[in-house]
């Protein structure tokens, strides 16, 4: 069984629909890479995942239970983790604090006897360490993402989502984003579905990659026996 699976998908801004029939397993361990050209769906899509984006259509399962109805907390604490597009922390809280908000994620679960927030997040990200006690809001971007990231895996999730982590961040820091990406798919055997733009770096992660053209999956496939030049045209960024 796939550790999430969507069946049917379909998802509107009020009278406007912008998902339509969208099918997808990820396979547990799996990296997939969820690729297109802007406004053609990925966010709703990875919105309508965690639950902050209701679904109009279709059916939703993770880990074999059927988390179509489930809210957003309950998905999180299900242990679907997500990183939003734009990064979305907390500015007026510190490193800490916000890093703390992510273990809400862990209510109810066994998980939350041994809480605090894993060593390996600062293992993953020594500079948030560093600056542990600084307010969010004043941290350059490449700092706020690796916030989001480290609040996201302080909830121990099994399925990570990620929108755009290396979106608007300075090509240096963008290796060292990568190169975390590439450790908690290693070290932590996590298992990822990500939105990225960057072919190249999407086709070196990622086994497997869906496309969307207008709210729809027009092409599925494999990062191993497929090359990224026989599908950029459906991106034409
Ligand atoms: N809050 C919103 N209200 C109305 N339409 C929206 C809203 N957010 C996104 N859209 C529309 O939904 C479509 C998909 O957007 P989005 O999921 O953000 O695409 P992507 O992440 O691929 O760039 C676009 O046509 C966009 O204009
Ligand atoms: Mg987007």
């Not at 050209?37 to 639950?51: P, S």
């Not at 059916?59 to 983790?81: K, S, V, Y």
């Not at 990500?194 to 969307?212: C, T």
């Amino acid at each position: 069984m796939s550790l999430l699976e969507l069946e049917g998908v379909a998802a509107a801004y009020g009278q406007s629909q912008v998902l339509w029939n969208i099918d997808m397993a990820v396979e547990r361990g799996a990296a997939v890479a969820l690729i297109g050209r802007n406004g053609v769906g990925k966010t709703t899509l990875l919105n309508a995942i965690v639950g902050v984006h209701k679904l109009m259509a279709g059916r939703l399962r993770f880990d074999e239970a059927d988390l179509t109805a489930m809210p957003a907390h309950g998905r999180a604490r299900a242990g679907i983790g997500f990183v939003p597009q734009g990064r979305h922390v907390f500015a007026h809280l510190t490193v800490m604090e916000n890093l703390t908000v992510g273990l809400a994620a862990l209510a109810g679960r066994k998980a939350v006897k041994d809480s605090g927030i894993a060593s390996h997040i600062f293992d993953l990200f020594p500079k948030l360490t560093e600056i542990r006690h600084r307010k969010a809001g004043l941290l350059s971007g490449g700092e706020q993402q690796q916030l989001a990231i480290g609040r996201a895996l302080a909830g121990q999730p099994r399925l990570l989502l990620l929108d755009e982590p290396t979106e608007g961040i300075q090509p240096n820091v963008v290796q060292q984003i990568e190169q975390a990406l590439r450790r908690i798919r290693a070290e932590l055997g996590m298992t990822i579905v990500i939105v990225e733009q960057y072919l190249d770096f999407a086709w070196s992660f990622a086994e497997a990659y869906h496309v969307m053209q207008r709210g729809r999956i027009v092409r599925s496939g494999s990062t191993r026996t497929e090359t990224a030049d026989e599908i950029s045209h459906l991106v034409n960024i």
